[in-house]
């Protein structure tokens, strides 16, 4: 059937985390299969994924039953229950799933599920926490900050860069960002060019080390 398909992803744990991930999943066209304790919540995931099933995620042999073994991806979404996180990636990882990305609470939860073969640790609060101070303490309206301190910023265009064009504003040269796209007052984003000029109000997308990004968006 379709969760034979190799793009198809097994999720353990519908809770909030687990849940908007499968959902997400499935709007991207990926067969999902969901896993989780709780008979209810499975219930009523029942018709939006394309198979759910109540089981103990932390039983080896159950989860073999199920067909896990045969998924080259996981995603664990049990968090709150240390001991079931950290047993079910193990499951996971004794049933050879290559590539397994599970919820941590904690930055000790985490390398205790990277050392039971998690590739991928994911600490949802920590990080929509960080982003959100960014949000409320700089003109920033959308932030991701990837490794080694390099971020990509959606921010309201400083007064620095208002009525000049972008090459003559120098941004590169005063900032150390580079501006990547410009939406101006009743249009889309585009492909920001040399000769683009900043319009009151323009919003920019701009690239660089966090700390010129941080302080390109506090400037005024
Ligand atoms: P969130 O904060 O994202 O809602 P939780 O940790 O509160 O995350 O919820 C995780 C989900 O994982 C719950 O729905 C719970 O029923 C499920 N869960 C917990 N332990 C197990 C287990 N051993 N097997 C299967 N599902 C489990």
């Known amino acids: 059937g379709e969760l034979e398909r190799s793009d198809a992803v097994v999720v353990i744990g519908l809770g909030r985390f687990g849940g908007a991930v499968a959902d ?5 066209g990926h067969p999902v299969l969901g896993i989780d304790a709780d008979e209810r919540l499975v219930q009523s995931y029942a018709d939006r994924l394309t198979h759910v099933v109540a ?3 932390t039983d080896t042999e159950a989860l073999r039953q199920l067909g896990v073994a045969d998924f080259g991806r996981a995603v664990v979404g049990i968090g709150t229950d240390l001991e079931a996180s950290v047993l079910c990636v193990l ?10 990305w599970a919820k941590a609470t904690s930055g000790r ?13 994911i600490y949802p609060e920590s990080s929509m926490g960080g982003r959100v101070a960014h949000l409320i303490t700089s003109k920033m309206i959308d932030f991701i900050e990837f490794e080694d301190g390099f971020a990509i910023a959606k921010v309201r ?3 620095a860069a208002v009525g000049r064009s972008l090459a003559d504003a120098a941004l590169r ?5 580079t501006v990547v796209g410009t939406k101006m007052r009743g249009e889309d984003f585009t492909y920001a060019r040399p000769e683009t000029v900043v319009a009151p109000g323009a919003l920019l997308i701009v690239a660089g080390p966090t700390d010129k990004v941080e302080r390109f968006a506090s400037s005024s």
């Open 91 to 100: 499951s996971l990882t004794e049933l050879n799933v290559r590539d397994i």
């Open 55 to 57: 089981a103990d995620a």
């Open 173 to 177: 040269t005063h900032y150390g960002i």
């Open 157 to 159: 265009a400083p007064a």
């Open 109 to 121: 939860h985490g390398a205790i599920l990277s050392r039971m073969g998690a590739q991928h640790v």
């Open 24 to 28: 997400s999943l499935m709007r991207l």
